[in-house]
């Protein structure tokens, strides 16, 4: 069965950097466009980034974190990456990685971005 499995986050002061990475099983991972989603203590979950199937040549971003944040993703090793930098107080949340479609999600991982 499929299964999505973030790790990567933590707690860090504002201007820092954290790498989130999303491993998946259970499908045939090139296949699928990957993204982030994230989802603040008391508000709806939202779209951070996404970057297609095979290749990856293409991504899309929430404008907030144009220019800090990147998707990248290696198919060989099943996983997709979410490489944040100058972190800011407002990108705390659990962060969870999706895959379409069908959808999957993975179980999310928690950033804390201290000011």
């Known amino acids: 069965q499929a299964q999505l499995v973030e790790s990567g986050g933590g707690l860090v002061q504002a201007g820092g950097s954290l790498r989130l990475s999303c491993a998946a099983s259970?499908?045939?991972?090139?296949?699928?466009?990957m993204g982030w989603f994230r989802q603040a203590p008391g508000k709806e979950r939202e779209f951070v980034a996404t970057?297609?199937?095979?290749?990856?040549?293409?991504?899309y971003y929430t404008d907030s974190v144009k220019g800090r944040f990147t998707i990248s993703r290696d198919n060989a090793k099943n996983t997709v990456y979410l490489q944040m930098n100058n972190l800011k107080p407002e990108d705390t949340a659990v962060y969870y990685c999706?895959?379409?479609?069908?959808?999957?999600w993975g179980q999310g991982t928690q950033v804390t971005v201290s000011s």
């Open positions: 999706k895959a379409w479609a069908p959808d999957y």
């Open positions: 259970g499908i045939t991972f090139s296949r699928y466009a």
């Open positions: 970057i297609a199937s095979r290749s990856g040549s293409t991504t």
